[in-house]
């Protein structure tokens, strides 16, 4: 089990904030492309759907790992 010693407690908090982390990330890559004036809407489209695959794999990581992470 994750929590037979302290240090794989520890090690739990930085998976989570590590998956915390990447979520706020992503979220605000997905402000940015909507900002960005250069870019056509087709383009926008793509990489926010990649963005949304990537926020998706971060939060099954978290249920696999049996931890809440905060969506951003």
Do not use: H, P
């Amino acid at each position: 089990m994750f929590f037979n010693k302290k240090g794989n407690f520890f090690k739990l908090m930085n998976y989570r904030e590590d998956l915390e982390i990447k979520l706020q990330k992503a979220t605000l890559a997905m402000q940015e492309v909507e900002e960005d004036i250069y870019k056509t809407d087709q383009e926008k489209q793509k990489i926010i759907s990649k963005l949304i695959e990537f926020k998706e794999a971060i939060i099954s990581k978290g249920i696999e790992l049996n931890i809440e992470v905060k969506a951003a």
